[in-house]
């Protein structure tokens, strides 16, 4: 059996790893379009930052390591220009063909470029992969800091504001919608905007960048641009062989990672995951689904029968110190799916006074009937990573919120305060609607 | 109606507040025999080390605060001696009757000091009330720091060893049985000790404390003795009024918090409460349970119909800088519950080494035959208190070891690695029993 992946980072060596763990005869052969397999994307920010030396350090394997302990033949510069399902063999960009018995698609996402223009001239950087972001930290190393534009209020473009702060960078963050971070939630975008502007970062939001030319930004002038717009998902390729899509264009997949095609998987940034929530497909594209998703595609494709249930739509980030963490739906995201939504806020201290304690915003969104959770946020500088967790794991058990009142949370004065802020949230929800 | 609650510490000023919420008619009486109410007696080994500079800090509220805002009346110096149930009334020390229409016994769990005698004239203290707490930090204010003996390997035990290394002592902790933190786990006992051993701080396991006299415990030379052995509840008065207590000596309660006699609810260290992985009722005095059981049981004295399902038995305590955080069952435990149990334990950074990333040890222990997560344990320097969260979560979710393995957990590399320990941790196990 000779099994083929596409797509060498996250998912793509998720899945070649553990195919070769439940089946140690198989041909596993990763093509690579880059020179670079199985690195760590979401550390790149904090190469370009200063604090990771050598992006080297974010590698996990290389080819020859992967080769030599898994037995997997890594190939980088291996382009796949088209999937040939009925020939069952994919074809390279010098025209090679390697057949395959299995195929995993794993081909990511890239930035979503679609409403920019770039001028000759210009300097414009990214940090999607280790040579990009290489290349924007020599030029932070060469140039004095002056003004710099984010375009994209997601993670990625949070992440840079960061980064280029910490070069002695000033900031302008455009987002093209009124939402940062991709979510619908206005009491979080405002947070953001007026933490951000604490630090001399100015957010303009429904800011959508045209011309991006030596200079400038349309009409804001600056000395270095930085892209992280939306991404969109790379899966044409695999429609034009046949591959179903989602709605959201990114390739459609059952549990056990399988596409349409008989013997062909999907799994990472390019493929739709089931949304634990809302029970329907969803396009999240993130580092840690797409490590489960690799997983679960390698072994599906080495014949074991393994699942991967869905995701709760959780994430995090860090910017200017603050901790800003989402998990299952927003207020607005809840109504649009049609729950009889509702949501509290509180605020509370994430430890005791004596501690360093910090005030942590714990926002709660349920059905209204039922009671059950349907999603929260955490917003802190300190101790939002286990709250959101804490969320997390009870919309994997779709638990109600007086069920979250009652969970038995750890407890001692260095760690927390008496009372969760998360239980305190869950109680407050309660009063409020008579539950 | 009037509603007596013996007891104005947590669970017993819980009590009285939610009941006030619920009903604003009620005469609500809260008898204390103490001079103090509503303190954080988890902060108590904090103003002893002189992080907290002064223990009023950590009350809540006065009796003249909480009478005023909440309309209960709060005596202090009011000790309940007798309950007669057939009258509807509660004798004071003094001789005096207070009468009652329903009552919540929160009279909480003192010292179990049955095998150990004070000779006259020891240096020994302990840390469980207020003036108790203020009497050890006048000495430690005006003695020079020598060699101090703890008795007892509690998280109180642990907590004093932390309080007087802060003020210059050398400590010894003496723990009567095999096990630290009255838990039967090898592995986390060896794992403080050692902990402790790089701290200069000796512990003597299977070590009971027999005669205390000046200058020594045992033949132990020291110049202080900290007082941390197990606690017993305080249940004897009701079992003299005709309430059943549980095979733990403690009140048996429904999920209401009843006992057996009709309108007398128990609730705090002295009551029972029901462990939701063994489905068994079980004593584990704690603030955050006795809080919860309080609310519940003002909630039901007052006429609400509120219930309060149970607890996981989550624990945290720090010492000497190691987060130590249990939750459900040790593998002994869950094996003496009959369980078929397993566990599995691994180590894994809890960050990013690039962002000051530690060791953290993850054990989960679980039902071989049906995957149920049993119980955890997890130590670390940091983000043991965010993991244990989450297991405890799954724990009340009754989730399996395969549901933990695909949890959504939230990842940044300012917070968690891209897989994190629990997932990890869950994989392991998953590999190692070909489930």
């Avoid at 074809?91 to 679609?114: C, K, Q």
């Avoid at 290489?134 to 060469?142: C, I, S, T």
């Avoid at 994209?152 to 949070?158: D, E, H, N, R, S």
């Avoid at 009142?405 to 001692?412: F, I, T």
Wanted: a neutral charge.
């Amino acid at each position: 059996m000779r099994l083929v992946v596409i797509g060498g980072v996250a998912a793509g060596m998720s899945a070649a790893a553990r195919a070769r763990r439940l089946d140690q005869y198989a041909e596993i052969v990763v093509l690579e379009k880059g020179d670079v397999v199985s690195y760590g994307a979401c550390g790149l920010p904090y190469f370009v930052e200063g604090r990771v030396r050598d992006w080297r350090k974010l590698v996990a394997y290389t080819p020859e390591r992967f080769s030599s302990e898994r037995n997997v033949t890594v190939r980088t510069g291996a382009e796949v220009v088209q999937i040939s399902n009925a020939r069952r063999s994919v074809r390279l960009a010098g025209g090679e063909e390697v057949g395959y018995d299995r195929l995993v698609i794993a081909t990511g996402a890239r930035m979503n470029l679609s409403s920019v223009s770039v001028a000759p001239g210009s300097a414009v950087f990214s940090m999607n992969t280790p040579p990009e972001a290489e290349r924007l930290r020599l030029h932070l190393d060469r140039t004095a800091p002056g003004h710099a534009v984010v375009v994209g209020g997601g993670y990625i473009g949070l992440e840079a504001v960061d980064a280029l702060r910490a070069n002695g960078w000033r900031v302008t963050l455009l987002q093209a919608g009124g939402n940062l971070l991709h979510r619908e939630d206005e009491h979080l975008t405002q947070t953001l905007v007026s933490h951000l502007s604490r630090f001399h970062v100015s957010v303009m939001l429904h800011r959508r960048a045209g011309l991006i030319a030596p200079g400038r930004v349309d009409d804001i002038a600056c000395d270095l641009v930085l892209l992280a717009p939306g991404l969109k998902p790379n899966a044409e390729m695999a429609a034009d062989a046949g591959v179903e899509l989602g709605r959201s264009g990114a390739i459609r997949t059952t549990d056990r990672m399988e596409t349409n095609l008989p013997g062909v998987y999907a799994a990472g940034d390019c493929a739709e995951v089931q949304h634990l929530v809302t029970s329907r497909s969803a396009w999240i594209p993130l580092g840690t689904t797409a490590n489960k998703m690799g997983r679960v595609a390698g072994a599906c494709a080495a014949g074991a029968r393994e699942s991967f249930a869905g995701v709760v739509g959780t994430s995090i980030v860090r910017v200017c110190g603050l901790g800003v963490a989402t998990t299952g739906l927003s207020l607005a995201q809840a109504k649009s799916e049609g729950f009889d939504a509702v949501s509290e806020r509180v605020e509370a201290n994430d430890k005791p006074s004596y501690f360093a304690g910090k005030p942590l915003s714990v926002e709660l969104v349920a059905d209204r009937r039922s009671g059950r959770l349907l999603g929260g946020t955490v917003i802190g500088e300190q101790g939002a990573e286990g709250r959101i967790n804490v969320l997390a794991t009870a919309l994997h058990g779709r638990m109600k919120v007086s069920d979250l009142e009652q969970l038995d949370l750890s407890y001692a004065p260095p760690f927390s305060t008496v009372w969760d802020p998360v239980l305190i949230a869950a109680q407050q929800m309660i009063k409020k609607l008579n539950w």
